[in-house]
T-cell receptor
């Protein structure tokens, strides 16, 4: 059964720092991996989607990489801003069992201090 | 605007009452999902549907029911059999192997 973990659980950094969030998954048989952002009391906002055949995706100050063989993805945030404060979730779409379902990690809670 | 809409934003349920949460999307997505989120816990899948008139149980389907009569709509009913329904409920949709999009959530509270 696919399991997803995220490290660290929480992170507090001063504004302007570059930072890395980590996501690990146990089964490399995935269709894709997606990073989301969740603000308190809100829904999930999609940040980046990486297909299993891709190594990385970039959007603005965000860069996500995927190493399927080692079961890892990282989300790199450049020049962090207070507005980046949120919980970041990664989710993988496994190829087996549920097929179309996502398996979510528990999230990393990020605080960027002004 | 294209998107996925959940309503209501807040919902209060009395003991023994059934309530229905609405989820509508105009993205022409085939697959739709319902998740439950509890404080300090990750998202757990309740039900999902890949096509109209078909749906499958997720990890925590007991006490919930769904229907998928139209492609655009995937309502979730929280029945009286669900003993601990207070949670944040999230609906999502996706087309084939593309990005999943989420609604803004419904916070359900038992009073």
């Amino acid at each position: 059964k696919q399991e997803v973990t995220q490290i660290p659980a929480a992170l507090s950094v001063p504004e302007g720092e570059n930072l890395v969030l980590n996501c690990s998954f146990t089964d490399s048989a995935i269709y894709n991996l997606q990073w989301f952002r969740q603000d308190p009391g809100k829904g999930l906002t999609s940040l980046l989607l990486i297909q299993s055949s891709q190594r990385e995706q970039t959007s603005g100050r965000l860069n996500a990489s995927l190493d399927k063989s080692s079961g890892r993805s990282t989300l790199y945030i450049a020049a962090s801003q207070p507005g980046d404060s949120a919980t970041y979730l990664c989710a993988v779409r496994p190829r087996e069992n549920y097929g179309q379902n996502f398996v979510f990690g528990p999230g990393t809670r990020l605080s960027v201090l002004p | 605007d294209g998107g996925i809409t959940q309503s209501p934003k807040y919902l209060f349920r009395k003991e023994g009452q059934n309530v229905t949460l609405s989820c509508e999307q105009n993205l022409n997505h085939d697959a739709m999902y319902w998740y439950r989120q509890d404080p300090g816990q990750g998202l757990r899948l309740i039900y999902y549907s890949q096509i109209v008139n078909d749906f499958q149980k997720g990890d925590i389907a007991e006490g919930y029911s769904v229907s998928r009569e139209k492609k655009e709509s995937f309502p979730l009913t929280v029945t009286s059999a669900q003993k601990n329904p207070t949670a944040f409920y999230l609906c999502a949709s996706r087309h084939m192997n593309t990005e999943a999009f989420f609604g803004q959530g419904t916070r359900l509270t038992v009073v």
